[in-house]
């Protein structure tokens, strides 16, 4: 199983649910060959409810973050330590700073056997101001999967989509206004998400493989 979360990256960018129709061509093409849920709402405004909410189906709760809470977070019901107890091998990619709102600590309680962070990627690996560009987010996690005993449960979150939206390569939006950087932004990340399916369908663990 291989578990992405897109930093950032609304329904008003993806064409396939109702939003702009040239930004995100690579999750409308997976819309069309997967299941897409339409009527599917956001638990939280920022990135640490979120991934709470996503691996352990916890609602966003007002003024406060339960991944800040070790004592608290560690008892949620989780998706890592259930495949873990099934003998799944559990990993957590991520290109920034893995210690950013005690992420690192809740990712530890919650049975993760690998995390990788932006300290863990080879030295000189191009990134932004947020952190490693997406683009090397997916390659390293694909090389690193070859070697990793089955079967897995691997998260990837990205990074590129969140501000101040910093991306290599030429800009697919002109400007310089913040929506047009989130658009680029958001259209990059599409574009590395587009490529590393391509890529690891050339792996021999794809044909057996949940991406979600």
Known sequence: IVFIILESHTADVVGALGGEKNVSPNIDSLSNDG????????????????????????????????????????????????????GYRTSFYYGGESNFSNMN??????????IFDEKSFPAGTAHGKWGIYDQYLFAQQEKDLRSTTQ???S??????THEPFD???QSRFKGNS??????????YTDSCLGAYLHSVKKEPWYPNTLFI
């Open 151 to 153: 079967p897995f449960l």
């Open 167 to 169: 991306v290599p390569g």
């Open 178 to 187: 913040e929506a047009n950087l989130f658009r680029n932004a958001a259209a």
């Open 35 to 86: 299941l897409l849920f339409e009527n599917i709402y956001s638990s939280g405004g920022r990135t640490d409810q979120g991934i709470v909410s996503a691996l352990n189906g916890w609602p966003a709760t007002p003024y406060h973050s339960i991944m800040r809470s070790t004592e608290k977070s560690k008892l949620l019901p989780s998706l890592p330590k259930d495949f873990k107890a099934k």
């Open 105 to 114: 600590v809740y990712l530890l309680n919650q049975g993760f056997d690998v």
């Open 155 to 160: 998260v990837m979150m990205t990074l590129s």
